[in-house]
């Protein structure tokens, strides 16, 4: 069962999302929220298995694009690491405003260090997990190190990011360097459950190592064997949305 729907960012931008839920006969335990990854969507394959197989746990996922991507409004160069949060506390306020609050916060790569993020502040949020994420928000300037060079007199140059272009700002680099996710990782205090491939080439396996280290107990690792980074194998997005189901079942 799955439901169209938007709401609003902290600014008025409508953003658009998917309420995913159990089917007939399966009781909602509790309501996740899914980020997903970098110049990505709520499309993407591996969120929407995950958010399957946590259905099949009892679980309600609301996955949602971020500003300026899918089918939400606003402007992507527009936007940065600090919006993308905003984003997320918006999705979360929204689904309490619907009496549905949300107690897990999945992310995937530049999404889960959005959620690390924004977890400490959201009080309703009791557990969170990770899939590929980043150590610090800057690594995504790999991506665009060579082309974002060519910032023009209005702050922004165009890069290609998987063979699609898109617009950046000098603004939105120069917010990346600004946060310390390590230091609101050791504040986080919840159940964490860190998934990561060691072959990732995306995101080095030394970033998950970063997070379990800072993050207190209880925390978990789950390797990822030979998973790549946007975890494009049904079977390997099958074995994140059930290890985490099950996981949920005990720290929600």
Same mark, same amino acid.
């Given at each position: /069962?799955?439901?169209?729907?938007?709401? $609003?960012?902290?600014?008025?931008?409508?953003?658009?999302?998917?309420?995913?839920? =159990?089917?007939?006969?399966?009781?909602? %335990?509790?309501?996740?929220?899914?980020?997903?990854?970098?110049?990505?969507?709520?499309?993407?394959?591996?969120?929407?298995?995950?958010?399957?197989?946590?259905?099949?746990? *009892?679980?309600?996922?609301?996955?949602?694009?971020?500003?300026?991507?899918?089918?939400?409004?606003?402007?992507?160069?527009?936007?940065?690491?600090?919006? +993308?949060?905003?984003?997320?506390?918006?999705?979360?306020?929204? /689904?309490?405003?619907?009496?549905? $609050?949300?107690?897990?916060?999945?992310?995937?790569?530049?999404?889960?260090?959005?959620?690390?993020?924004?977890?400490?502040?959201?009080?309703?949020?009791?557990?969170?997990?990770?899939?590929?994420? =980043?150590?610090? =928000? &800057?690594?995504?300037?790999?991506?665009?190190?060579?082309?974002?060079?060519?910032?023009?007199?209005?702050?922004?140059?165009?890069?290609? #990011? *998987?063979?699609?272009?898109?617009?950046?700002?000098?603004?939105?680099?120069?917010?990346?360097?600004?946060?310390?996710?390590?230091?609101?990782?050791?504040?986080?205090? %919840?159940?964490? /459950?860190?998934?990561?491939? =060691?072959?990732?080439?995306?995101?080095?396996?030394? +970033?998950?190592?970063? #997070?379990?280290?800072? &993050?207190?107990?209880?925390?978990?690792?789950?390797?990822?064997?030979?998973?790549?980074?946007?975890?494009?194998?049904?079977?390997?997005?099958?074995? #994140?949305?059930? #290890?985490?189901?099950?996981?949920?079942?005990?720290?929600?």
């Amino acid at each position: /069962m799955t439901q169209a729907l938007t709401f $609003p960012a902290h600014d008025g931008t409508a953003l658009a999302g998917r309420l995913d839920l =159990p089917g007939d006969g399966v009781e909602v %335990r509790a309501y996740a929220v899914f980020a997903h990854c970098f110049t990505c969507s709520k499309t993407l394959h591996v969120v929407r298995r995950v958010a399957s197989a946590l259905n099949e746990h *009892g679980i309600g996922v609301l996955r949602f694009d971020f500003t300026g991507l899918g089918e939400s409004e606003g402007e992507f160069a527009a936007s940065h690491f600090t919006r +993308n949060t905003a984003d997320l506390r918006s999705a979360v306020d929204y /689904m309490e405003a619907k009496e549905r $609050p949300v107690g897990l916060l999945v992310g995937h790569s530049l999404g889960g260090a959005a959620v690390l993020n924004a977890a400490v502040d959201l009080p309703t949020v009791r557990a969170v997990a990770t899939i590929g994420a =980043p150590a610090d =928000p &800057a690594h995504v300037k790999h991506l665009f190190r060579d082309e974002g060079r060519g910032f023009g007199e209005d702050g922004r140059a165009e890069v290609s #990011i *998987g063979g699609r272009p898109f617009v950046i700002s000098r603004e939105f680099v120069e917010e990346l360097e600004g946060h310390r996710l390590e230091e609101r990782v050791g504040r986080l205090r %919840r159940p964490l /459950m860190v998934f990561h491939s =060691p072959t990732d080439a995306t995101v080095g396996i030394e +970033n998950a190592e970063r #997070i379990f280290r800072a &993050a207190k107990h209880p925390k978990s690792f789950v390797s990822l064997d030979k998973a790549d980074h946007l975890v494009t194998r049904a079977e390997d997005a099958a074995y #994140i949305g059930h #290890i985490l189901g099950a996981w949920a079942r005990f720290v929600l």
